[in-house]
């Protein structure tokens, strides 16, 4: 569609609504007020007004800022409006700059810029929707730029019902912030406050409802790091006219129910039903087809991101975006005698779906649910291919989903929240008598579940010996000179969900001096220093984000040049939620060290913030340092060996020498008096 034949869809200099209310704003705040400041710029207000009064919803926007600096006036100088032309039209009422007590009129036909940018197609997403830009001469500091728009129009397969979101936004706070619903009594709107928002003031007007909220003067919130992603941290308001979830997937299951497959697809499912009777081979087997074929794109122009695609235009195409691959992959499991059918989940808010309301905009990805033997596993097609069978495969979703079901009543658990063992490495390092001798590393690294998935992926986009000068660029971080001695060994357990890599090293120049010149020093890490990223000493409101459960577990044995010394531990790190543990051990010419992470949950309480950060920053503290020493050009031990702690055994024998220095003393002073 071409930009001129949709230009219609933008309206300037529109007279605004009759339904619109403007009430005047602050043009000068206090002092004390900072928190609407930021970029050059104070943001006087933010008002938006929605009414459902009329056969086409309408959002109507107005802002207010004050230009501070050279930089703000940069930043407020340019107006975009965004919209999607299939189904919405825009109108510019105004963009003025106020300068003293006069008022520049700047929403002309001939400065607007009709724009297709596609600010997703990045991601892989083409949604055709429109950008109107403008950018305003001669903003100067001082003035107050106004800028009032209105967007027409709703997703169309929503058949008019609303849903919303009212945002107070704590991180970008405004002066004053209003917002507003006009709507006719005889529809009802569930509502659902979310962090205490302001008191609604309710007029009515023979059969029209007006509610308005407003807060002036909102503190800034900082954002804090690891928040869960689902957490609501503003106060919020969230409306739907969705009285049910069955509502929401009785409208919306049609859509996805479709089993017309093209006559070349569908050779290939009954090609696939011979060769794999077992229905959980099949399951898998097709998962592995449509993730194998099927490549990703997302196409959705005029209808909002709620429905896929016909089947035959997906297959003829080859691609398709998460509710196409779902609905191929529902139709020809159907046809292999599956019971599949599409769910919608949400990757950031799916844990507090529950305690949404029910509403169409609560989602943001599409998978299949695949039942079979009263089982639910929760596929998704638009993975890079997964090994596995269907018990092992990795599903990566959890939280809650919709099951795209006439029959759903409710929200479905997903599960995912027993700790998968993920990786565990074992090196092997051997060292030569000399101090010039090379130290042989042998690492042995399994990962399962979505870690051998990536692996695979890596290795089949960069192939094996990209893979392995990856390796051996992160291996030469810690030691400049060491070189692969053999070509990295790959075993691949593709039933299991397993990979196993073999690496061998050489490490030349083994033995760094230490911080005083007098021994010498080996380091060597474990790599878990990067799953649990220490926070500020600071009180916290937020619970702190883990990740999905998971395990790490390593072992380290270290072949000396000669029987060594020193203490061993076992040290135990660990909150509600977390736990961390350390196993060191010498046994004459071989040292151990055992290291296990266990992250049991997704999210721990804010409360537990020390406790946690005692575990993270022992993760930090990832450096096993071997001491020795050279004496007659052998290696010897250092009496001492440090990990995350000193050993002790060194003040021990210093405390020996001296004491024998000291008797040696006195023999001698005894001696001379006679």
């Known amino acids: ?55 086409e919803q309408a959002w109507h926007c107005r802002t207010v800022q004050r230009v501070l600096t050279r930089e703000g006036a940069e930043r407020v100088a340019h107006v975009v409006a965004e919209f999607d032309p299939g189904f919405q039209r825009i109108e510019v009422h105004f963009i003025r700059v106020i300068r003293g007590n006069e008022r520049i009129e700047h929403a002309k036909p001939e400065v607007f810029q009709l724009l297709r940018r596609e600010t997703n197609l990045e991601r892989l997403v083409f949604d055709g929707r429109l950008t109107a830009s403008l950018l305003i001469p001669d903003v100067r500091i001082g003035d107050i730029v106004e800028v009032c728009v ?59 409802e007006d509610s308005r909220w407003q807060i002036v003067g909102q503190r800034r919130r900082e954002a804090e790091a690891l928040t869960p992603p689902w957490s609501i941290l503003h106060p919020s308001l969230q409306f739907s006219e969705f009285a049910s979830w069955n509502e929401v997937a009785r409208l919306l299951a049609p859509f996805y129910e479709s089993d017309r497959l093209p006559d070349e697809l569908a050779a290939e499912v009954d090609r696939l039903a011979v060769a794999h009777q077992d229905p959980a081979e099949r399951a898998i087997e097709w998962l592995r087809f449509v993730q194998r074929e099927l490549r990703y794109f997302a196409f959705s122009l005029g209808e909002g991101g709620l429905t896929p695609r016909a089947l035959e235009a997906i297959w003829s195409a080859r691609f398709g975006d998460c509710k196409d691959a779902a609905t191929l992959y529902a139709a020809g499991a159907r046809r292999l005698g599956l019971e599949a059918c599409a769910a919608l989940v949400s990757t950031t808010q799916g844990f507090a779906l529950d305690e949404m309301i029910p509403s169409s905009d609560a989602f943001n990805h599409c998978i299949v649910r695949l039942r079979l033997n009263e089982v639910s596993y929760w596929l998704d097609p638009t993975m890079a291919v997964q090994s596995g069978t269907l018990q092992n495969v990795f599903q990566p979703h959890a939280g809650w ?6 029959e759903t009543t409710d929200l479905e658990k997903m599960g995912g929240d027993e700790p998968l063992h993920i990786l565990h490495q074992e090196d092997e390092v051997t060292f030569g008598p000399r101090r010039d001798s090379p130290a042989i590393l042998r690492r042995r690294i399994d990962c399962s579940f979505w870690a051998a998935d990536g692996v695979r992926n890596a290795i089949a986009n960069e192939g094996t010996s990209g893979y392995s000068q990856a390796t051996l660029k992160e291996m030469r971080s810690l030691w400049p000179g060491a070189v692969e001695t053999s070509p990295i060994e790959v075993r691949d357990d593709t039933a299991s969900n397993n990979i196993t890599l073999v690496l061998s090293y050489e ?144 003040n021990v024998w210093h405390a020996i020498w001296i004491a024998w220095l000291l008797i040696i003393g006195l023999k001698v002073i005894v001696f001379v008096l006679r």
């Not at 704003?25 to 004390?32: G, H, R, T």
């Open 150 to 208: 209105t967007v027409y129009g709703s997703v169309p397969v929503l058949g008019g019902r609303y849903v919303g979101w009212a945002t107070f936004d704590g991180f970008h706070p405004w002066f004053e912030s209003r917002q507003r619903l006009v709507r006719p009594r005889a529809r009802r709107i569930f509502m659902k406050e979310y962090n205490g928002p302001p008191e609604c003031a309710v007029a009515t007007n023979a059969d029209v």
């Open 401 to 406: 989903a919709l099951v795209l079901r006439p």
């Open 507 to 650: 490490i030349p120049d083994c033995w760094k001096p230490g911080d005083d010149g007098s021994r010498l020093d080996f380091g060597i890490a474990s790599g878990h220093s990067r799953e649990l990223q220490p926070l500020p000493p600071v009180q916290r409101e937020s619970a702190i984000y883990l990740g999905r459960p998971r395990k790490f577990t390593s072992y380290l044995r270290l072949n000396m040049p000669g029987s060594w010394k020193g203490d061993g531990w076992l040290r135990r790190f660990e909150a509600s939620c977390v736990q961390y543990s350390d196993s060191f051990r010498v046994d004459g010419r071989t040292i151990t060290n055992s290291r296990e992470l266990t992250v049991d949950a997704w999210m721990l309480p804010a409360k537990e913030t020390e406790a946690y950060n005692g575990v993270a920053k022992k993760l930090q503290e990832d450096l096993l340092i071997i001491w020795a020493r050279e004496r007659f050009g052998k290696i010897r031990p250092w009496i001492g060996i440090k990990g995350r702690l000193f050993n002790g055994i060194r």
């Open 1 to 55: 569609m071409k930009l001129e034949r949709i230009a219609q869809d933008l309206v300037l200099c529109a007279a605004l609504p009759d339904w619109v209310d403007h009430q005047p704003y602050p043009s000068e705040i206090p002092d004390a007020e900072a928190s609407c400041i930021a970029n050059g710029s104070c943001r006087l207000l933010n008002d938006i007004q929605v009414s459902l009064c009329s056969p």
